[in-house]
């Protein structure tokens, strides 16, 4: 009588097989981590933005004089300022909420005079036309981020 092949697999090829699997697993376990650290990221990124986009926001509303008097800085003799939230008076509302959302952070405030075309650059009291540039600085992982929104006014 004629026996038949018993069929299976062996040991290697089960072990082999095993090995496969957990290689492929633990790449795609990588994967998922790298991913949360994007998503945290970008989370924190909009954050950072929402707090720019709420400070410029609030400034449109002022007049010229207002932009630059609300600070303490006299604009008869300045044709550029920047405030700093961890230091200003004032702009520690905006600190308290950028305490709340991100780690180690704070913003400035840059309020810049424009010149007319061909023009000198006139001071803050005189100006047409300002940029306010919003900067806000986190830490994040162990290294630092920012990020500037700005607008001109006329």
Known sequence: MIRQREQGFSLVEVILALGILAGVLISIAGLFIMGSKQVKSGRTSTEALSVARAVLEEMDGWG???????????????????????????????????????????????????????????????????????????????????????????
Do not use: C
């Open 64 to 154: 010229f004089r207002q932009t630059y008097q609300l600070f303490g800085i006299d604009g008869t003799a300045s044709t550029t300022a920047t405030i700093d939230t961890r230091t200003d008076s004032f702009s520690a509302k905006w600190q308290s909420t950028l305490d709340e959302k991100l780690f180690d952070s704070h913003a400035e405030i840059e309020i810049t005079s424009l010149a007319p075309p061909g023009g000198s650059l006139p001071t803050l009291d005189t100006t047409k036309a300002i940029r306010v540039v919003v900067t806000v600085f986190w830490n994040e992982g162990g290294r630092s981020r920012e990020v500037r929104l700005g607008t001109v006014r006329m």
